[in-house]
């Protein structure tokens, strides 16, 4: 449906928040001012081509991605981002179901048959000048793609203002010198915050390459001054790993994507003790709700009766949210569960417990190892775990046990020690199984503990988590 606008479109942002910035947004092998994007084109001046479109971006790096994200909202009835680490396999489901209409892309390798797509663009870095009438904008949908384990993935569908509900300017100590960065990917919906943060609040951004080390992007995100940084906990967990984390010195740090446990933020701020360190609750469907900054784990009971713009509750141990930020449907199969409830809120899966007037996040609902009938939740074990001064990350898995059906398993990598004193794994094994014992429920503690010399993470910044 063609709506017109009635609030700000990025476009109209970069002019107020960028103009007489000096801002840009950089990748691993260019740089873009800002303020050259306010009367440029990076689809080589077609972009009245896809006024009023539903408009598929399928780029193969992050700043052509967000050069032409900055210049279809507005224009395009719909953006559809489609993220670098989904196969093309699902893309026919895609166009159908977010009838897609023409297609972005800076691919040479593409070019499918595909009866409904009328308009293939191609975009690119160079900044052309504008030629797209905007005297009438539209209220762009954004069709966010979820990372599903199996199957095609789900089509989320926000607006700007549903993205944004969040989003307020920065507080440096020089005001107009922040600098943004994120290891995550602009097209899920992690990235896309810090990318609209950048845009919205006239900062600049310094945008991770897939083709780089990340001990690399670190010299290059130290190299852009870079100030504010988000990334998950596993994406900061691989980061300490290398000596370049010492030449970033941030005044902020920002948690989300998984459980934020006390060890990783304790580790972020004994490595950065002048940056202010905290993990934020989000998801593509929830949207962002609350951000902690006490530097513990979980938040306080309160947090979810006293949160402004946001409403909460707790049902069925499921934390569940209600606010202008969430999404407002899915699209695709009518297999599809409603994304909201009768009442409006949306069902997180997060499961969370009450303690000690603070709750604690314990895992997915659908995450839950069942041993003999009692339910383990994997990363309530892993926060266990990666407390013991050892042990640098873990994950919990299940293998299969021929009298109960599964067992409780860790694998786990340890922080790096002198060669010359490599630790007794046996003694280390058990004195990790007695550290369990002390904090877990017997049938939670693992049977076996494996030490590896690393752990999968995914595109998303999440531990890949499969079932032995």
């Known amino acids: ?13 970069l002019r107020a928040t960028h103009q007489s910035s000096r801002s840009f947004v950089a990748s691993a092998d260019a740089c873009v001012q800002m303020s050259e994007l306010i009367a440029g084109s990076a689809l080589d001046g077609r972009g009245d081509e896809l006024q009023g479109r539903a408009v598929l971006v399928l780029t193969k790096d992050q700043l ?44 040479s390798d593409f070019g499918p048959s595909m009866p409904n797509v009328r308009y293939f663009v ?12 905007r005297s009438s904008q539209y209220e762009t949908e954004w069709i966010l793609l979820t990372s599903g384990t199996f199957g095609p993935p789900k089509l989320v569908v926000h ?58 992007f670190l010299v290059r995100a130290a190299a852009h001054g870079v100030t504010h940084m988000s990334g998950t906990p596993s994406h900061w967990r691989r980061a300490l790993m290398y000596s370049s984390a010492r030449l970033i010195d941030p005044e902020y740090i920002r948690l989300s994507g998984e459980i934020a446990d006390q060890a990783i933020l304790n580790n972020l701020k004994s490595h950065y003790p002048q940056a202010a ?33 946001v409403e909460m509750k707790v049902k069925d141990r499921s934390l569940r949210i209600r606010s202008s930020r969430t999404a407002v449907k899915y699209l695709g199969s009518e297999f599809l569960q409603p994304l909201k409830d009768e009442e409006g809120f949306v069902d997180t899966g997060d499961m969370i417990e009450l303690r000690e007037g603070r709750y604690h996040f314990v895992g997915r609902r659908d995450g839950v190892i069942n041993i003999g009938g009692l339910k383990v939740h994997p990363e309530e074990v892993e926060a266990v775990i990666n407390r013991h001064p050892q042990v640098h990350v873990s994950l919990v898995r299940t293998r299969k046990s021929p ?23 046996h003694e280390l094994q058990g004195n990790i199984l007695r550290f369990c014992r002390d904090s877990l429920s017997s049938y939670k503690v693992p049977a076996a503990i494996n030490f590896v010399p690393s752990l999968a993470m995914a595109e998303s910044g999440k531990l890949v988590r499969r079932d032995a």
């Open 1 to 13: 449906m063609k709506m017109l606008k009635g609030s700000f479109s990025l476009s109209d942002a």
């Open 122 to 133: 191609p975009c690119a870095r160079n900044i052309v000048p504008q030629r797209c009438d």
């Open 64 to 107: 052509t991605a967000a050069l032409t994200l900055l210049e279809l909202d507005g224009i395009a009835s719909r953006i559809v981002l489609y993220p670098p680490d989904l196969t093309l396999e699902h893309l026919s489901y895609v166009v159908e179901y977010a009838k897609v209409e023409a297609i972005v892309t800076d691919r």
């Open 403 to 425: 009298i109960i059906g599964a067992l409780v398993v860790a694998d786990v990598v340890l922080k790096a020690v002198e060669q010359s004193c490599p630790p007794d794994t």
């Open 277 to 309: 360190v905290a993990h934020a609750f989000a998801s593509t469907e929830a949207g962002v709700a609350f951000e902690v900054n006490d530097g513990l784990a979980g938040f306080p009971a309160a947090v979810v009766e006293n949160t402004p713009n």
């Open 159 to 216: 607006t700007l203002s549903s993205l944004a509900g969040a989003i307020r300017p920065c507080r440096a100590a020089v005001p107009g010198e922040v600098v943004w960065s994120t290891f995550y990917d602009i097209r899920r919906y992690g990235g896309l915050q810090i990318f609209l943060r950048a845009a919205l609040t006239g900062t600049s951004l310094v945008l991770a390459s897939h083709l780089e080390a990340t001990g690399e």
